[in-house]
C-alpha cells in the first residue's frame, strides 16, 4: 500500500522485532507516517522462522507463544494473515537417571500421574500450587496491560495528585487478592525459584521440572533471588481464549511476525530491511530523528527505540549526555 500523508507528523521505530512492529502499527492507525528501520534482511527479531536442513523449517530463536495479548492479535487482524496458535499439548519434560520421565501438560490430571511416579504428595498439592499462580497471574495480567501514570519531577501537585489516583485505582485488582495471596506476591518478588517451589514440593525432580520456567529467557538460575517472579510471569498470557496456556504458532514464530508485517504494510508503514540506524540524533533531551549507517539523516517529530536498552544508551546515544545514575544502571543491565 501507498504510504500515506499524516497530519499527526513523522514517527521511526528503531528495529524489527515483534514489539517494534507492534508499535509501528498502533502509531500508525492513530496517523502517524512511521517508517521502521532495521539492520537485518529478515523482519521479527528473535520471532523468525528459518532453514536448519534443506526442506525444513522451525523457530530459530522464540518458539512458544503465551504472552501476545489477544486484543493485538484481533487489533491487527493477524488470524486474517494466517497466523493460527495451538495449543501445546506438553509443556515440560524431565528425563531422570532411572530410566523414567516427568512431565507437566495435558491436563491437570495426566500431570498429577506424572509426579505421583516421585511423590504422590507433590501430586496431591499440584492443584493448589495452579490455583494460587492463576489467581495472582490474573491479577497481574490485568495490572500489566495499564499505561502507568506519567509522573514529573516539575509536575503540579494537581498532576502528582490525580496520577497518585490513577496509580491506585489500577492497583485494585491487587487488592482483591486475599491477604495470603498478597503476601505470597510480595515474596514471589524477592525469593528464589527454589525456596519458593520447596515450600510447595518434596522432589528434587518435580522443582527441577518447574524451575525451568524459572530460568527460561532469564540469564538467572533457579537460587537466584527473584527468579519466582518467572514462575508466575508464566501465567500471564494465554492462547485462544484460555488463560496461562501456551502454544505454537503454525509455521514457527515467524508466522507471527509476517502477519505482523502485513497488517504494517496494509496501513502504509515503511519497512526498511538492510537499513542499521548509526546514530539517535536529540537536542536537549528530546529525539529529533536518526542517521543511518549510509550518512543519511531521518526527522522524527516521535521515535521509538526496539533494542536492548544497553544499546540504545551505549551504542546509539552519547552516553555523556544521558544522566549518571541512568547510565551506571545501564553499565550493569
Not at 24 to 52: M, N
Not at 74 to 95: A, Q, T, Y
Not at 128 to 139: I, K, N, S
Request: aromatic share 8%.
Amino acid at each position: 500500500m501507498k504510504k500515506k500523508d499524516s497530519s499527526a507528523g513523522r514517527a521511526i521505530v528503531i528495529g524489527a522485532g515483534h514489539n517494534g512492529l507492534v508499535c509501528a502499527f498502533y502509531l500508525a492507525r492513530a496517523g502517524w507516517s512511521v517508517d521502521v528501520y532495521e539492520k537485518r534482511s529478515v523482519l521479527g527479531g528473535a520471532a523468525i522462522t528459518d532453514s536448519f536442513y534443506p526442506g525444513f523449517r522451525n523457530s530459530i530463536a522464540s518458539y512458544t507463544v503465551s504472552l501476545l495479548d489477544e486484543a493485538i492479535i484481533e487489533d491487527m487482524r493477524l488470524r486474517d494473515f494466517g497466523l493460527r496458535i495451538v495449543e501445546r499439548p506438553l509443556s515440560n519434560f524431565l528425563p531422570l537417571e532411572d530410566g523414567k520421565s516427568l512431565s507437566a501438560g495435558g491436563g491437570l490430571a495426566a500431570t498429577q500421574a506424572s509426579f505421583a511416579k516421585v511423590s504422590e504428595k507433590d501430586a496431591a498439592a499440584l492443584p493448589a500450587y495452579y490455583a494460587q499462580l492463576e489467581r495472582m497471574g490474573q491479577a497481574l495480567a490485568k495490572l500489566a496491560r495499564e499505561v502507568p501514570p506519567a509522573w514529573e519531577a516539575e509536575s503540579s501537585w494537581r498532576n502528582w495528585l490525580k496520577n497518585s489516583s490513577e496509580a491506585f485505582a489500577r492497583l485494585r485488582d491487587l487488592g482483591q487478592l486475599s491477604a495470603a495471596d498478597r503476601q505470597v506476591l510480595l515474596r514471589l518478588m524477592g525469593e528464589s525459584a527454589e525456596d519458593h517451589l520447596s515450600q510447595w514440593f518434596e522432589s528434587d525432580a518435580v522443582k527441577a521440572l518447574f524451575s525451568f520456567d524459572a530460568v527460561v529467557g532469564h540469564l538467572g538460575t533457579p537460587r537466584m533471588p527473584g527468579s519466582a517472579y518467572v514462575l508466575l510471569h508464566h501465567c500471564f498470557g494465554g492462547v485462544n481464549g484460555k488463560q496461562g496456556q501456551w502454544g505454537h504458532a503454525i509455521g514457527g514464530m515467524g508466522s507471527i511476525t509476517q502477519a505482523m508485517v502485513q497488517a504494517c504494510e496494509q496501513l502504509g508503514v515503511g519497512l526498511h530491511r538492510d537499513e542499521p540506524v548509526h546514530r539517535i540524533v536529540h537536542d536537549r533531551g528530546r529525539a529529533q530523528g536518526v542517521i543511518l549507517k549510509s550518512g543519511s539523516f531521518q526527522e522524527a517529530d516521535v521515535l521509538a527505540c526496539n533494542t536492548h536498552p544497553r544499546i540504545m544508551s551505549q551504542q546509539l546515544l552519547n552516553e555523556a549526555d544521558l544522566p549518571e545514575d541512568f547510565r551506571q544502571s545501564m553499565s550493569h543491565y
